[in-house]
């Protein structure tokens, strides 16, 4: 089973390419939705949250409160680490044992999609790492769109992030999407997943 690592900035496109090895037969892994899971069922992940943060990071439901979070860690980059250290972790056991359970069921391929990819780990885990990007003005236009924010917000969630340059250099290949036809990084994703599924690295 190939396992391909997703990265990219907001705005890029992996969604697109996403849903392009979803139809060719691999298991997706958001890990976004890996981690939301785990704020909800992994205790031990939750007490080190806790025992990290304080408790007052969780409601009166059990829910991770991310504003309260968030205000800790905001502008405190050790906080930052420590949080990253706890939650990466976690993230990492949970794919790890995911990408084992596909490979049993005899899964082709398996993607796993993550902002962090490589300072997660997660990076480490995958035969190949895909970069999606695309200019910032593009993704800005395409945020706006796809989310009805203002051009001020989007800029500002556009420059939080880093750069595509960062993620061309930290990945094995490189999807770029700057036009306005999806179907046209349909068949760039379709090409490149194909070679590195079916015939090892491109």
């Not at 892994?29 to 069922?41: A, G, K, Q, R």
């Not at 992940?45 to 409160?65: N, V």
């Not at 420590?82 to 056991?93: E, G, P």
């Not at 993607?111 to 895909?130: H, K, N, P, Q, S």
């Amino acid at each position: 089973m190939k396992v391909i690592g997703i990265t990219g900035p907001t705005g890029a496109g992996k969604t697109t390419a996403l849903r392009v090895l979803e139809k060719m037969g691999a298991l997706i892994l958001d890990c976004d939705v890996v981690y939301h899971d785990l704020t909800l069922s992994c205790v031990h992940m939750r007490e080190e949250l806790k025992e990290a943060f304080g408790p007052d990071i969780f409601g009166s439901d059990g829910s991770l409160q991310r504003k309260a979070l968030g205000a800790v860690v905001f502008d405190n980059p050790a906080a930052l680490e420590r949080l990253n250290a706890i939650t990466h972790r976690y993230v990492a056991q949970t794919v790890r044992g995911s990408l084992v359970q596909a490979a049993r069921e005899g899964r082709s391929a398996a993607a796993v999609d993550a902002i962090a990819l490589m300072e997660g780990g997660l990076g480490e885990l995958c035969d190949a790492t895909v970069a999606v990007v695309a200019a910032p003005e593009t993704r800005v236009r395409r945020i706006m769109a796809r989310e009805g924010i203002g051009e001020e917000y989007a800029r500002l969630r556009v420059a939080a992030q880093k750069g595509q340059e960062y993620f061309e250099e930290q990945c094995d290949y490189v999807l770029r999407n700057d036009g306005d036809d999806p179907a046209e990084l349909e068949r760039q994703a379709w090409t490149l997943f194909d070679t590195i599924i079916n015939k090892g690295d491109a």
